[in-house]
């Protein structure tokens, strides 16, 4: 398959994945525990699981995929792959389950360490993000498609940081240097942050805490298309399928180039 041809089967599946998901939402007719790493999960997200690697699995049979529901084979034979799907069949469980509606399903395509191609699809938002490397990000609604790109920095304005709808703006306090004014901008999943990043309605996201490479995959693509980026705690670009472990390391997603992060973000914190 071409490029163009893996795009539109990432970004149909996403798609198929999302009405699975919303007739589960809409009938609230869904279970839920707990994994061992202490997240939620529900049937839904299994059953969308399943639509996406059923889907991928007849069309595109000789790329691996790794799924935050399956798991994924050790790293001894995950090196050697030259391209996979990455998944998050419902990035914000916790937000699927709560109903605030922000929740996304994640696809990526991973060349050679990097994600060359990305789709988040939220289905009760009715948006799709996507991206290609050298096509640019786009985002789908309604009213049609658009092209992304990140707002330029313009320190006239205060800082927009997008946050989780849960978490407490004092918490943010002894991450960000006090000589910025800042806007906060509530948002659910990670992967609708990093979109936000991308279609300029906020300027960075920092991320304390546990996330998986499927988190953000399809994100991390969309914003770089897009003119950003994400950076882990030492300055690198987030990597993939580097490690044993698929967790990420805590990051900063970042949008105009030009963004003086290394201002606003306080010293001790960018060197976890």
Known sequence: MTDEQLLKVAIESAKRAGDEVMRHYRSGDFTKEIKGDNSPVTSADIAANNVIMDRLQTLTPDIPIISEEVGAQNIAERKHWQKYWLLDPIDGTGEFILGSGDFAVNIALV?????????????????????????????????????????????????????????????????????????????????????????????????????????????????????????????NPLSYNKRESLMNPDFMSLGSANFPWQKIVKPHVARR
């Not at 060359?116 to 609604?141: M, R, W």
């Not at 498609?145 to 306090?173: C, F, T, W």
């Not at 240097?177 to 509530?186: K, Q």
Request: proline share 3%.
């Open 111 to 235: 060349e050679n360490g990097w994600p060359s191609i990305g789709v988040i699809h939220a289905p009760d938002h009715h948006i799709t993000y996507y991206a290609q490397n050298n096509l640019g990000s786009f985002k789908e609604n309604d009213l049609g498609s658009h092209k992304l790109q990140v707002a330029a920095y313009n320190h006239d304005r205060p800082v927009k940081v997008a946050i989780s709808r849960r978490q407490e703006l004092s918490l943010m306090g002894q991450y960000l240097s006090d000589e910025f004014d800042y806007e906060y901008v509530a948002l659910g999943s990670c992967s609708l942050k990093n979109a936000l990043i991308a279609e300029g309605g906020a300027d960075c996201y920092l991320r304390i805490g546990p996330t998986g490479e499927w988190d953000t995959g399809a994100s991390h693509c969309i914003l770089e298309q897009a003119g950003g980026s994400i950076i882990d705690s030492e300055f």
